[in-house]
């Protein structure tokens, strides 16, 4: 496998609006590189005879009844909003 480079984390930190100095790169780059051979091992195991799993634990979905309950007093709840208009949250608008 193709080391990490300096460019690769650059780019990546460029897509997440991130800057780093050479340096940090540098280090990042050695880190991820690291990451990704530790992660390379994984290959190298026989899981011929393992069954495939999506989880390690048995999971299950634990979950009650839907009922309609009676809920607060609108009134009462928009008291405790910074805004509010028309009986709703009134928040500032994140689209042009």
Known sequence: MAEITKEQVKHVADLARLTFSDDELETFAKQMDD????????????????????????????????????????????????ASKDGQFEVPSVLD
């Open 35 to 82: 990451v990704i051979q530790y992660a390379e091992r994984l290959n190298e195991l026989d899981t011929e005879d393992v069954v495939p799993t999506t989880h390690v634990m048995d999971v299950r979905n634990v979950l009650r009844e839907d009922e309609a309950r009676p809920s607060m007093n609108r009134e009462d709840v928009l008291k405790n909003a910074p």
